[in-house]
């Protein structure tokens, strides 16, 4: 392979990814909204200056000699390089899993704690509560757990299915990704959800409705002690913005 | 596909003059493998289901972010990179600096108000700064200063923080008393030819040629090329190794040190070497993270991450010997934990 051009084909490759990532309005899938026309704009001059390179004659290249290691280093990097390029253009954009949720510990870094208060929600209306996310409810319930305060407020939230650490028989979170800046900084939130053997009806990972109210946690294992407890639980498919920003 | 026009450029002869003809035929390759990849990328977003386990699909999701996030300051970075380079008379630059090497290193602290570029952008600029006459400590000033002393960063930490627990003030003058420093430290080194890699160094002894006319652009593409040609495969792989940490290592491990004084500035030392973004953007990612850690831990983050991470490494070694970037990384690490030391104790 030649490496004078390898860095031209990655970068355009990259930029070939973008570009198409913006045009389909899945970009946020991977940085927050607010870096959308930065980014887009960057790869719209990259692609041009990157065309226009393809025009230039070919000169000698001035390469230092370098030892076997260095080239046989040089040479994987490469190599593992191409490899991320083609995943780039080949496998389709996705969001991240309840893999990525377990490394992170759901509702962990009080995220969100802000969003909400306790002061302020208790005088909200019906119709209020039934627009909270799962990031305002996750606030609430890192803040108070008297269920009479959670008592006649409807819940209507959508997310991915998580297991709870502490009984992921009869237990799953309808969580989220909080990005602030690009998916590697995602924080999943998460209400948990009381539904005894959850497994058979629907798949880890996969979106779901649910509406409800929040009650006494009637699993004993589970070391929340309040939970949603579900009128219904529906399935849907991804959102067009899964994460929420 | 991509690998079949590596190969095929591998192939091609070397023809220092090609006539208008030939340049047309490799501007119709180069529109045409564009589009080829525009299908591919349509076609297998409906058509493949890569039905990767979870774990390989989060590592790609997040190499993918971190690549996806730090293009277009890279490119930014290239581009100013070739303005210094190639447009810039030598004279704006280096003509205004003080001859005393501490008054100049400390007025190459503030260059990032006029090339405000994020880390990974600083690595071809300070290339391009090298290849222009910054001597090896100078640029290491600019490479540890532009990042933090620059409007954005500024702009985008004050948003976050505000006047908050010393956040701001703490991150600009550390930065600056450790890019200085750490500039100073490495000026002492006698041989500074020494602390580049063999290919950057042999570059910077290419002789000047002086350009005429349309020369110029033709040497800017040569230069982005070239640039490219260093710079993507190490922001791919700092990305990767970046993402698969992350899927690998469990994020509570560092959360749980949070509230101890010396601990949680450990931990921060290790997010930020292993999330790995720019410091354009750093501060709204730990923003959330302001109610866990102390104020002290936030700084050291904010200080150490846009100079030291796993991509900023990789980047980095596209022209500095591993020595070199160890010494680095250990001097920086220290100073950024005092730093965040004595605001824990103090604010």
Redesign the interface.
């Known amino acids: 392979?030649?490496?004078?051009?390898?860095?031209?084909?990655?970068?355009?490759?990259?930029?070939?990814?973008?570009?198409?990532?913006g045009a389909?309005g899945q970009?946020v899938?991977?940085?927050?909204p607010r870096?959308v026309v930065?980014?887009m704009?960057?790869?719209a001059?990259?692609?041009v200056?990157?065309?226009?390179?393809?025009?230039?004659?070919?000169?000698?290249e001035?390469?230092?000699a370098?030892n076997r290691t260095s080239r046989i280093i040089?040479v994987g990097?490469?190599a593992?390089?191409?490899v991320?390029?083609?995943?780039?253009?080949?496998?389709?954009?996705?969001?991240?899993?309840?893999?990525?949720v377990?490394?992170?510990?759901i509702n962990?870094?009080?995220?969100?704690?802000?969003v909400q208060s306790v002061e302020n929600a208790t005088s909200e209306s019906s119709a209020a509560f039934a627009k909270f996310t799962v990031r305002d409810w996750a606030s609430l319930l890192a803040q108070t757990s008297d269920t009479a305060f959670y008592s006649g407020k409807p819940v209507d939230v959508a997310g991915f299915i998580t297991a709870d650490e502490t009984d992921p028989t009869n237990v799953f979170y309808v969580s989220r990704f909080?990005i602030?800046?690009?998916?590697?900084?995602a924080?999943p939130v998460g209400v948990p959800v009381y539904a005894p053997n959850w497994a058979d009806d629907y798949e880890l990972?996969s979106w779901v409705r649910v509406t409800g109210s929040f009650v006494a946690n009637p699993s004993s294992a589970s070391e929340q002690p309040i939970a949603l407890e579900p009128d219904t639980v529906e399935p849907i498919g991804t959102p067009d913005e899964p994460y929420l920003f | 596909m991509r690998v079949d026009t590596l190969v095929e450029n591998d192939h091609q002869e070397v023809h220092p003059h090609r006539s208008l003809k030939s340049r047309l035929t490799w501007l119709g390759i180069g529109v045409a493998g564009i589009a080829a990849l525009f299908v591919v990328r349509a076609v297998t977003a409906e058509t493949v289901d890569a039905g990767l386990p979870n774990q390989l699909q989060d590592l790609l999701t997040l190499a993918t972010s971190v690549i996806v996030e730090s293009m277009p300051f890279v490119i930014l970075g290239i581009i100013l990179s070739i303005a210094v380079q190639e447009w810039v008379p030598d004279s704006w630059i280096l003509r205004v600096l003080p001859r005393n090497a501490f008054a100049r290193r400390a007025v190459i602290s503030f260059l990032g108000f006029f090339l405000p570029v994020c880390e990974c952008g600083n690595v071809p600029l300070a290339r391009g700064l090298m290849v222009k006459g910054f001597t090896v400590s100078e640029s290491m000033t600019f490479l540890l200063a532009a990042p933090i002393i620059n409007p954005i960063t500024i702009a985008t930490t004050h948003a976050a923080f505000g006047w908050d627990g010393w956040v701001l003030v703490a991150r600009l003058v550390g930065g600056f008393v450790i890019a200085n420093l750490v500039g100073w430290l490495f000026s002492r080194h006698n041989d500074q030819d020494s602390l580049l890699t063999r290919r950057f160094a042999a570059e910077c002894r290419l002789p000047q040629a002086h350009e005429h006319g349309g020369a110029r652009i033709h040497k800017s593409l040569e230069l982005f090329i070239r640039e490219t040609s260093v710079i993507m495969p190490a922001l791919f792989i700092g990305s990767v190794v970046a993402g698969a940490i992350q899927v690998l290592v469990p994020r509570s491990v560092l959360v749980t040190l949070g509230s101890n004084p010396l601990w949680s500035i450990l931990a921060m030392l290790v997010l930020a070497f292993v999330i790995s973004i720019c410091s354009n953007v750093d501060a709204f990612f730990i923003l959330p993270f302001a109610s866990t850690f102390m104020p002290g831990s936030i700084v050291t983050f904010l200080v150490f991450g846009p100079i030291i991470d796993i991509k900023m490494l990789a980047l980095l070694r596209t022209t500095f010997t591993t020595k070199v970037l160890v010494q680095l990384t250990v001097i920086v690490g220290l100073l950024a934990a005092l730093i965040g030391l004595v605001v824990n104790y103090v604010a």
Do not use: K
């Not at chain 1, 004078?4 to 198409?20: H, Q, S």
């Not at chain 1, 899938?29 to 927050?32: F, R």
């Not at chain 1, 377990?102 to 510990?105: A, K």
């Open positions: 392979m030649s490496p004078r051009f390898a860095g031209l084909i990655l970068a355009l490759t990259v930029v070939v990814a973008t570009l198409w990532l389909t970009l899938l991977y940085i927050h870096y930065f980014t704009i960057m790869a001059l990259a692609l200056i990157g065309v226009a390179s393809f025009a230039i004659p070919r000169g000698h001035h390469d230092a370098a040089s990097a490469l593992l390089s191409a991320i390029a083609a995943a780039l253009v080949i496998v389709p954009p996705a969001t991240l899993t309840s893999a990525t377990n490394t992170r510990e962990s870094t009080g995220v969100g704690v802000e909080v602030t800046c690009c998916a590697v900084d924080q990972d």
